[in-house]
């Protein structure tokens, strides 16, 4: 059943790829390793879960919702945590987001406790079959859902000004700035996107796998990090791409038996791919030019 | 010695050093590594687990004697460092982060997945012969040699490396050379660090040595201060002692830790002691020493 | 010095080309340069004289052609080896070790004529230690001659900048290089620190060395050099003594402008 | 007076940069500031255009005071700067770099001609139109810095050794240029080390020495300066 | 040769402590954060509620209990460190945890070398116990329960044929697969059907095929839930009526996720449900309370041995009229037919705890209910 594992494989990369856009956007401009990005996500299901069972939303409002407080929160923890750290080091910034990342997980668990939370119901999960695969209806949706998010992404980045304003700003902060460009909005910006971006991925996967738990995001945030380097540091196609092969990738090496190596198969296949592609795979080849 | 110090100290305290110790050496290893030559590796657990296994397997199947267990484990982790060395050290910047991060976790489920390391179960009952003595020697030996090599043609070197590698390579650096040898020595004290940490805990799991560990290691020397000595042994010291120190808050301690280490980043962006080297502390005495030597030696 | 006299050639550059996609950097360019003089290659900006540096020095490998040091095929081979076998430079874009301080700068030059280990470096035996003395002798010789041993404890990053390209001559010097390269030595430098330059550079040809140097400053390329080649779009256009090349109608057209004093 | 530096203080940590610098830009004018290695004059640009906080002191634009504004608000008032060391960015074309010096402009259609007039100025540019700017040459990226400047059609521009790695001609090219967009109503503050240049064609200048103004006056007084013909002219 | 002044030292004090406290100290090992907290916290608060009604109900020997807790954070050296610091500064009699096995096979050896007990309230891992004589555990082990299920299958649901599934690539299921065949053969069952799945498997066709037309009357799974759901939807499909049985493997609502309506009927054991309708006085007790001091919510398995364990140690220690480790550590060992929140508990010459009831548990309408509760001898 290759096409099956296919598709499965696609809507777990699906969700990667949301997480991952997050992670590459803040990371292309402030070289950060946003590690709190995980955590981020993990509010966002959290979130979530608070819309749909104490307020009683409906799916589309949840994750609005989730988005939204996500968003905020990633421009505060920007303020606070890392533009004091601007200029310093690129490993600064890091062991603050590590920093936060400890702080939000322990919020989390004194808030929430550290059981998982189920889900709750907001959609009637449906099978159907096309042709070969069956398709649920939680997967149709984190597709669409997804793609409309990435679609919306790329157009901001390629089409509009602030785009352009993200990769001025990412190689030279003074210089972006003497062009005219605002880079503390800049930066916040790219703040509150990945944040939503993160939210949504958090708000989908907690219906897709029907739990939300405080650690959700330790290894989401590994594995974006991850699809976001493979695509190549900073570049938004990257990122999808990145996602879904280490989506496909995993499901398929469950498929070919290799199970208990799971995430073995996921790395080997990514330094193998940083071998011949050391910038990733959709990054520019480095210029050596002096 | 170990009696003396369970005359002063309680065994608690004894417990807490010898573990400070231990990181103290893994963090010297990666300090060389990411603080001094500059390359980034986020896969430094997967050194310490190589070194504690492969310490903690010939003390159990092979009865080997403590020292040299510990130091087969040290040269597993060094053979395995340069291995991973060789392909993945003409990668740069984060792209290298994650090839070693990739490896640390390739290492971890393999290692979950061996029959002679009890997989999932772990590997139990090591003699716990690590003590706080022997520890302590340890750290003295790798602070020394540390101190030695960040004055000395190679470890110039490795700095000429972090700070411009196509400017290194032109003044004669053999920089592939130069990295494998800097990472053949950080993951070797990464082996020997793990080694001891398998006889002090006596008990081995893989799951104990993910990236979360490799990250921890970073954080240490990041927030002590990349490349320097003083600072790789004030921030383990720090990061390791203050969720101890922290008891007092209880429930509070986690949220304050991930509090301080964001506070201590943004008051010292460089780390507490960023910039801070063994010899420069010392600065002026040496002047003075090449100074006399230098003229003495036109006399 | 008998150096001068002796028209040994030290580089050679055999119809050597470098293309970059469309774009070819470097045409067909030769060239020959003997020991102990000193030559310049001037050129519009981005005609490829740093390019032709980067090759030399193996930054770069050649699309076709050879480089010959000292009759020797150079081209393919690492950068350090290179270094090792004599050639030493400085470049355009100041690449210093920032955070070291400026004497440590300068040692690592001496790489490449030292040979302790690591293992060297523990034991730091007699030899070991003399060898380390040996380096700080010789490097602070080398910042002496630059007149920056005032500053050798200081970090390499808080020089001004005209200090800092000094530095860049110390830390290539420190080499013992039979040729160096100097890519635009003078830039950023005011009228007065060029005088003190010129004559810096003299005293590196005077103690034997080969000066290859690129630079935009005629006054300074026409008082200095031996000989000068003009790049423009990546061939050489001509060559020749300083007046030769000053009076060359194409270099006016491509480079010059006008005649200069 | 278009632009007013008021007792300004710099400090870089402990290394005190500038100590109280006056100086001034009338409409229209060309200024020039010159002075040796590490004098201060880069510092002062970019305290003036934002990117350094003084420790005290005041800069006034039109009467108003822009000390505590950020970058961005600066540029938005009309005062560009071309950095020193060129700063083009790196990872995007040269195409792209002239874009970003439009940043803040609204005309599209006017920016459209504007590149094109950048390309006329520096042909060198056009053919490398679409290459990324980190592997320009030297002398290119300088063509790059200027023309992003130009692109921007500011009030006031600051220009922090613009001459620096060009070739005799080009460098010739430049201040004819300066001296065109000073023309067509553009009021310059030049740093060079080129002085004579600077000199030729400034209306005024000040000498810049350890971070304080010790000579200010018309430029063709000071070029006939005796001391400042040994020190800054070579003569 | 100098660690053993220190070990006698360490004893010495044990006693001044023990002599001369006015409260009975026992430490909490277990995470608060991280990635283990779960059950960390649920085994302290079941700690704390034992803790509370001994001392409301005027302690042992005269003094209170007092839980002193500490939190490793999930990280082993970090327990070890607990560890220590529990029996070297706090002095503690007895420790409670850690509830996983890894952390408890760390810290046992310190316990075992100070002469402290330790008691887990969650280990099920093989190799605790034969740490030393000072470590106990009062979790329901495979070993106990496998049995015990596959009696009462066969006489309580009259099975007289079954099919056996294993997951090949985890260790949890190969081991209880064992236990389960030693268990078919003492009961005399016949296996008609043996099929071997892998963990992450999500096409079951083959193995139904090949167990259906055996006609099982029920099939033994030893895997975990989500293979389990995926396995039963495909036997559903086929068109087998046959209901699964399993383990805590099972134990979670994922499996009622990936299964929906095929899994109604599944059948999971496990060493403590919350199930007022069927519990005994103490457990409704304990129920209650807990409800009572969580929202409504009810206590799980961590909780109420966290509890038993406390309780354990308090009835031992009041046995041997001392609360010094080395006199109460003999009380605990004989510990026989004790009654607890959880079970009862009987331990094993070896400590390894027999715990019963086994609860089994049902799928219906979509949950877990107690189904039975099966006692163990
Ligand atoms: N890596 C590269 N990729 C593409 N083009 C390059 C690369 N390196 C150099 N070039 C191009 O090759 C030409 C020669 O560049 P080079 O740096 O050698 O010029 P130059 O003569 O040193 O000029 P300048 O005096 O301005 O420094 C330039 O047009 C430049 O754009
Ligand atoms: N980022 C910095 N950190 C510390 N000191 C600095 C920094 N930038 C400049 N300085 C110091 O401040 C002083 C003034 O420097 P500035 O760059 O303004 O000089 P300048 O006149 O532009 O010199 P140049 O002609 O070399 O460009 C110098 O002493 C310099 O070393
Ligand atoms: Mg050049
Ligand atoms: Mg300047």
């Keep these: 059943m290759l096409s099956q594992q296919l598709l499965n494989g696609i809507t777990l990369g699906a969700t990667y790829a949301l997480i991952a856009l997050g992670y590459t956007m803040v990371y292309g401009i402030i070289q950060l390793i946003n590690f709190a990005h995980g955590e981020i996500y993990m509010v966002g299901a959290f979130v979530g879960v608070l819309m749909v069972s104490v307020f009683q939303q409906g799916l589309l409002v949840s994750l609005v919702a989730a988005m939204l407080a996500c968003m905020i929160m990633g421009v505060t923890i920007e303020r606070i945590a890392y533009r004091p750290l601007r200029r310093s080091t690129r490993l600064a910034p890091l062991i603050s987001a590590i920093g936060v990342s400890i702080f939000l997980q322990t919020l989390m668990t004194k808030i929430k406790g550290p059981q998982p939370v189920a889900f709750p119901p907001v959609i009637n999960d449906a099978l159907y079959k096309l042709g070969p695969v069956e398709i649920s209806k939680v997967q149709i949706i984190i597709l669409i859902v997804a793609s409309l998010l990435m679609a919306g992404l790329h157009f901001i980045v390629k089409y509009v000004k602030i785009g352009k304003a993200m990769r001025a700003a990412s190689e030279d902060y003074d210089t972006a700035a003497l062009m005219g460009i605002n880079v503390n909005r800049v930066i916040s910006f790219t703040f509150a996107i990945g944040s939503a971006l993160a939210a949504a991925g958090g708000v989908l996967v907690g219906i897709y796998f029907n739990s939300v738990s405080p650690f959700m995001g330790v290894l989401a945030g590994l594995k974006a990090f991850c699809a976001a380097v493979l695509g190549g540091i900073g570049s938004i196609p990257g990122a999808m791409l990145g996602g879904l092969f280490l989506g496909v990738a995993e499901t398929l090496g469950v498929a070919g038996g290799f199970d208990l190596y799971k995430d073995a198969i996921a790395f080997t296949l990514l330094i193998i791919v940083l071998l011949f592609r050391p910038t990733g795979l959709l990054g520019r080849p480095i210029q050596r030019k002096v | 010695m170990d009696s003396i110090f369970s005359m002063f100290l309680n065994d608690y305290y004894i417990q807490v050093l010898t573990m400070l110790g231990i990181y103290l050496i893994g963090a010297l290893g990666l300090n060389l590594i990411t603080g001094v030559t500059g390359q980034l590796s986020f896969g430094h657990a997967a050194f310490l687990s190589i070194g504690a296994y492969t310490s903690a397997i010939l003390s159990l199947k092979l009865h080997t004697p403590f020292g040299l267990a510990i130091l087969a484990g040290g040269l597993m982790a060094g053979l395995w460092g340069v291995l991973l060395g060789y392909p993945t050290l003409r990668l740069t910047g984060d792209y290298l982060g994650i090839a070693t991060l990739g490896f640390g976790e390739i290492v971890r489920v393999v290692f979950l997945n061996m029959t002679i390391t009890g997989g999932a179960l772990g590997l139990a009952g090591i003699p716990r012969n690590t003590t706080l003595t022997v520890v302590l020697l340890v750290v003295i030996l790798s602070v020394w040699a540390m101190v030695r090599l960040e004055n000395s043609r190679f470890g110039r070197s490795l700095v000429a490396i972090r700070e411009d590698e196509i400017a290194a390579e032109a003044m004669g650096v053999n920089i592939t050379t130069a990295k494998i040898t800097a990472f053949a020595i950080g993951t070797f004290l990464a082996g020997i660090s793990g080694g001891l940490y398998a006889h002090l805990i006596q008990y081995l799991n893989p799951s104990d040595f993910g990236f979360l560990k490799s990250f921890e290691f970073l954080t240490f020397i990041v927030l002590g201060g990349l490349g320097s000595i003083p600072g790789v042994i004030l921030g383990t010291s720090v990061l390791t002692l203050a969720p101890e120190f922290l008891r007092f808050i209880s429930d509070y301690r986690m949220l304050v830790y991930g509090l301080l280490m964001v506070f201590m980043m943004i008051v010292r962006p460089r780390g507490l002691l960023g910039g801070v080297q063994l010899r420069r502390l010392f600065a002026k005495k040496n002047v003075q020493q090449t100074g006399t030597s230098a003229s003495g030696g036109a006399n | ?261 | 007076m278009l632009l007013e530096v008021n007792d300004l203080h710099v400090s870089y940590g402990a290394i005190r940069a500038l100590k109280g610098i006056f100086c001034q830009v009338g409409e229209g004018e060309i200024v020039a500031l010159i002075g040796a290695n590490g004098a201060g004059k880069t510092t002062t640009l970019r305290t003036i255009s934002g990117l350094i906080r003084p420790q005290s002191g005041t800069i006034t634009y039109k009467g108003q005071p822009i000390t505590k504004m950020p970058p961005h608000q600066i540029v938005s008032l009309g005062i560009c700067q071309v950095p020193e060391g060129r700063r083009v960015f790196t990872r995007m074309t040269v195409l792209e770099n002239l874009e970003m010096g439009a940043y803040t402009r609204k005309d599209k259609a006017n920016v459209k001609a504007d590149i094109e007039k950048v390309f006329q100025r520096f042909p060198r540019l056009a053919e490398r139109k679409s290459q990324l700017a980190g592997t320009l040459s030297g002398g290119e990226q300088q063509m790059l810095a200027m023309g992003r400047a130009l692109m921007s059609r500011p009030t006031v521009l600051l220009m922090d050794e613009p001459s620096m790695g060009l070739a005799p001609m080009l460098v010739q090219e430049i201040f004819s240029i300066i001296k065109e967009i000073n023309q067509a109503g553009t009021t310059i503050l030049l740093v060079e080390q080129n002085a004579h240049m600077a000199l030729s064609i400034a209306n005024r200048a000040y000498v810049l020495e350890t971070g304080e103004i010790v000579l200010s006056g018309p430029a063709r007084d000071l070029a006939n300066n005796p001391e400042v013909q040994k020190a800054y002219l070579g003569e | 040769g100098c660690g053993g002044g220190g070990q006698e030292k360490k004893a010495a004090e044990g006693d001044k402590a023990a002599a001369g406290g006015d409260t009975i100290k026992i430490g909490f090992l277990g995470a608060k954060t991280g990635g283990h907290a779960a059950y960390g916290v649920e085994t302290l608060k079941g700690m704390k509620m034992a803790a509370k009604d001994i001392n409301d109900a005027g302690g042992i020997l005269g003094k209170k209990i007092e839980i002193i807790e500490e939190d490793h954070g999930s990280k082993v050296s970090e327990g070890t460190n607990v560890t220590q610091k529990l029996i070297t500064r706090d002095k503690v009699v007895a420790i409670v945890g850690d509830p996983t096995t890894g952390i408890t096979k760390a810290a046992a050896p310190i316990a075992q070398q100070n002469k402290v007990v330790l008691l887990s309230a969650g280990a099920v891992g093989t190799g605790v116990v034969e740490i030393g004589d000072y470590i106990f555990r009062d979790t329901l082990l495979d070993a106990v329960a496998a049995p015990a299920v596959t009696k009462y299958l066969n006489e309580k649901l009259g099975w007289k044929k079954v099919a056996v599934i294993t997951s090949m690539n985890n260790d949890y299921s190969v081991g209880l697969t064992k236990l389960f065949k030693e268990a078919l053969a003492a009961n005399k069952m016949e296996i008609v059907a043996e099929q071997s799945i892998q963990d992450g498997d999500q096409n079951f066709a083959a193995q139904v095929t090949a167990i259906k037309d055996k006609n099982p009357d029920g099939i033994i799974f030893t895997g975990y839930y989500t293979e389990g759901g995926l396995f039963m939807k495909e036997a559903r499909k086929q068109g087998m009526k046959a209901v699964m049985v399993g383990g805590d493997g099972l134990l979670s609502d994922v499996l009622m996720k990936m299964g929906g309506d095929a899994v109604e009927g599944s059948m999971v054991y496990c060493g403590f449900a919350a199930d007022e309708a069927k519990a005994g006085e103490k457990t409704k007790k304990f129920i209650e309370a807990y409800k009572a001091g969580n929202n409504g919510a009810l206590p799980d398995m961590f909780s109420a041995q966290g509890y038993d364990a406390v309780m354990l140690i308090a009835d031992a220690i009041k046995a041997a009229g001392s609360d010094n480790p080395e006199k109460f550590r003999a009380e605990l060992a004989k510990t026989k037919d004790w009654i607890g929140v959880s079970g009862t508990i009987t331990f094993r010459e070896n400590r390894e705890p027999i715990k019963s009831p086994v609860y089994l548990l049902e799928v219906k309408g979509g949950k877990f209910v107690v189904k039975d509760t099966v006692d163990v001898k």
């Design chain 3, 1 to 261: 010095m008998g150096v001068k006299y002796m028209t040994k050639t030290i580089l050679e550059l055999d119809n050597v080309t470098i293309r970059f996609g469309g774009l070819t950097a470097v045409d067909s360019v030769d060239m020959k340069i003997e020991e102990g003089t000193i030559r310049a290659l001037i050129g519009p900006n981005g005609a490829g004289k740093s390019t032709i540096f980067n090759l030399i020095t193996g930054i770069y490998a050649p699309t076709a052609g050879e480089i010959r040091f000292m009759g020797n095929k150079i081209n393919g081979l690492k950068p350090h080896v290179i270094t090792k076998m004599g050639i030493a430079r400085t470049f355009q874009n100041i690449r210093l070790f920032g955070e070291m301080t400026v004497l440590d700068n300068v040692k690592i030059g001496m790489h490449c004529r030292t040979c302790t280990g690591f293992l060297g470096a523990l034991v730091r035996s007699p030899r070991v230690k003399a060898e380390e003395r040996a380096i700080t002798e010789a490097s602070m010789e080398a910042l002496k001659l630059m007149e920056l041993d005032h500053k050798a404890d200081e970090l390499a990053m808080n020089l001004p900048y005209g200090e800092q390209r000094r530095l860049e001559i110390a830390r290539a010097l420190a080499s013992r290089p039979k040729l160096i390269l100097l890519d635009e030595p003078a830039a950023g430098m005011n009228p007065q620190e060029k005088q003190t330059l010129m004559s810096m550079i003299r005293k590196i040809q005077a103690m034997g060395l080969t000066i290859f140097l690129v630079e935009h400053d005629m006054k300074f390329v026409m008082s200095l050099s031996d000989r000068i080649a003009v790049l423009d779009y990546g061939r050489k256009i001509a060559a020749g003594s300083p007046a030769e090349v000053q009076r060359n109608p194409a270099v006016i057209a491509a480079y010059l402008g006008k005649e200069v004093v």
